[in-house]
């Protein structure tokens, strides 16, 4: 059997492994990341990235309608059509890029990649199953990145016409009738794209509202806009069983009422969980935190000289935490002092209209002990929004009362997501509500709505 040393093994090429073998390699180590399928991960290949595209091309082409029936002023269409091959060549284009930028830069950074399936046989030893035999690596230090993987449930379990996201995102054709079981941010993200493509969208949630993980006011728009697009929710409901001849999905609600949906399709988004299988978590003998990796600030496990990031070692599961843990891991072991503290993580859906949440909403900050102000700013008050033909939504700060310290930033309204850079910066640099109310924001730009927002909770807002 071959074998090989390094300074430091990546166990997994997503963000958080890729991220921390070029770190560890433009830091002078050297560096050997192990990944059985595709280079970036669950994120580049099938999760974040494919699954904007195809938001993409479900907006595009749902302009395009509202152009045809008239509804978008200064623009007419003859009937527009969906270009399904068109749209997933598009989609698979921007992954590859992407993922070749990924071998590029780990080259650059003089990283070497091992393609096949690493197995742990100690904290010093990996045995990795290569197309063309079996490999030794023997690292001083380990960064373990597996990442997750898509929740089964024991009624629906995946196969045939129930796909997991891995599967909607890469469908040969579009479904007619499509049941999402699952109402977080994959599954509406996912089910309100194909909503907009045509397809008849039916949600199922087992808890009493959409997008149960994030705060309700933001939420209940997301929910009220899905509703426009014509998608039917049934919340407080559990799937119960699929008959794939006759396409339809039965559903149980909380009274015990049976209500049967056409589903040809059934795409189950219940959740992630770490993968924690087929890489020797038994023969490393890890401390768990639950059913993740117990780690500490400096993202080491609790075996010398292994270190653990991304979505294996916790909640949220999002490719910037695992990105920002991977610095943090492979700094530490080149020996400078780091720590993962952020002081919010941002977390954004990709729905319509975009939501993004940043530090504490309201309800957790009181719950937090915190006494509140609060700014909210409608988005239909903002200029900009209204040029945009979108006035859903609104801007909201949270500050402590007693010295207007911001605790907390959301947004609900088109294209809101990038303003996540612009909240997490006002949390890491521990804004007061003054700082942003006296930044110069451009106008004409949504981004206004912040800076009213800020006002508002100082009670002198101006453009409302
Ligand atoms: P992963 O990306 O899962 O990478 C782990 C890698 O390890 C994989 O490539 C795997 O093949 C490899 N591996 C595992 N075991 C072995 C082994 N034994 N040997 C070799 N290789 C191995 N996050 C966001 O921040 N924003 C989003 O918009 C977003 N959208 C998403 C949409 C969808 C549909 C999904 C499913 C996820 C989305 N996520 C999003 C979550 C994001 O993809 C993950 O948080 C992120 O990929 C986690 O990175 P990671 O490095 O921990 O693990």
Same mark, same amino acid.
């Given at each position: 059997m071959d074998a090989q040393s390094c300074e430091v093994l990546v166990l997994g090429g997503? +963000?958080?492994?890729?991220?921390?073998?070029? @770190?560890?390699? $433009?830091?002078? #180590?050297?560096?050997? #990341?192990?990944?059985?399928? =595709?280079?970036?991960?669950?994120?580049?290949?099938? /999760?974040?990235? &494919?699954?904007? =595209? #195809?938001?993409?091309?479900?907006?595009?082409?749902?302009?395009?309608?509202? =152009?045809? $029936? /008239?509804?978008? &002023?200064?623009?007419?269409?003859? $009937? +527009?059509?969906?270009?399904?091959p068109g749209a997933t060549a598009w989609k698979d284009g921007i992954v590859s890029r992407l993922t070749g930028g990924v071998a590029s830069l780990l080259k650059k950074a003089g990283v070497k990649t091992l393609r096949g399936t690493g197995h742990m046989r100690d904290g010093k030893t990996c045995v990795v199953d290569m197309a063309d035999g079996p490999v030794t690596v023997r690292a001083r230090h380990v960064i373990l990145a597996p990442g997750s993987e898509a929740v089964e449930i024991a009624a629906l379990p995946f196969g045939g016409p129930i796909i997991s996201s891995t599967e909607a995102l890469a469908l040969e054709e579009? +479904?007619?009738?499509?049941?999402?079981?699952? *109402? /977080?941010?994959?599954?509406?993200?996912? *089910?309100?794209?194909?909503?907009?493509?045509?397809?008849?969208?039916?949600?199922?949630? =087992?808890?009493? @509202?959409?997008? +149960?993980?994030?705060?309700?006011?933001?939420?209940a728009v997301v929910a009220k806009n899905l509703k426009r697009l014509g998608v039917d929710i049934h919340v407080k409901s559990r799937a119960e069983a699929l008959d794939p001849e006759a396409g339809r999905l039965r559903i @149980?609600?909380?009274?015990?009422?049976?209500?049967?949906?056409?589903?040809?399709?059934?795409?189950?988004?219940?959740?992630?969980? &770490? @993968?924690?299988? *087929?890489?020797g978590l038994s023969e490393l003998g890890l401390v768990m935190n639950g059913g993740f990796l117990r780690i500490d600030a400096q993202c080491r496990t609790s075996m010398t000289d292994v270190f653990a990031v991304g979505d294996v070692t916790g909640e949220p599961m999002l490719a910037h935490r695992a990105m920002a843990q991977g610095v943090v891991a492979a700094e530490t072991i080149a020996g400078k002092r780091r720590a993962f503290d952020p002081a919010a993580i941002p977390e954004v859906c990709f729905t319509d209209p975009e939501l993004v949440s940043v530090g504490l909403a309201p309800e957790a900050a009181r719950a937090a002990g915190h006494e509140v102000k609060i700014g909210k700013f409608p988005l239909a008050a903002n200029g900009r929004a209204m040029t945009l033909g979108s006035d859903l939504g609104f801007v909201r700060v949270v500050a402590r009362k007693d010295n207007d310290l911001v605790l907390g930033i959301q947004a609900v309204g088109r294209d809101v997501s990038e303003f996540a850079s612009a909240f997490a910066l006002a949390l890491e640099m521990g804004a007061r509500l003054d700082d942003i109310a006296a930044t110069i924001h451009a106008h004409p730009t949504q981004g206004e709505g912040i800076q009213e927002a800020a006002l508002m909770a100082l009670g002198h807002g101006l453009h409302l």
């Open positions: 997503g +963000p958080g492994g890729y991220v921390a073998a070029i @770190r560890a390699g $433009q830091l002078g #180590l050297n560096t050997i #990341l192990v990944e059985e399928a =595709a280079l970036g991960g669950t994120c580049l290949n099938v /999760g974040c990235i &494919p699954s904007k =595209a #195809l938001i993409h091309v479900a907006d595009t082409f749902e302009m395009a309608v509202k =152009a045809a $029936q /008239g509804g978008l &002023p200064g623009v007419s269409v003859k $009937q +527009p059509e969906v270009d399904w579009l +479904p007619k009738t499509l049941a999402v079981v699952g *109402g /977080g941010y994959i599954g509406l993200e996912l *089910g309100s794209a194909f909503a907009k493509l045509g397809v008849a969208v039916t949600v199922v949630e =087992a808890m009493d @509202r959409l997008l +149960p993980h994030y705060d309700a006011e933001l939420a @149980r609600n909380e009274d015990g009422e049976v209500v049967d949906l056409g589903a040809d399709t059934v795409l189950v988004t219940v959740g992630r969980r &770490p @993968r924690l299988e *087929g890489w």
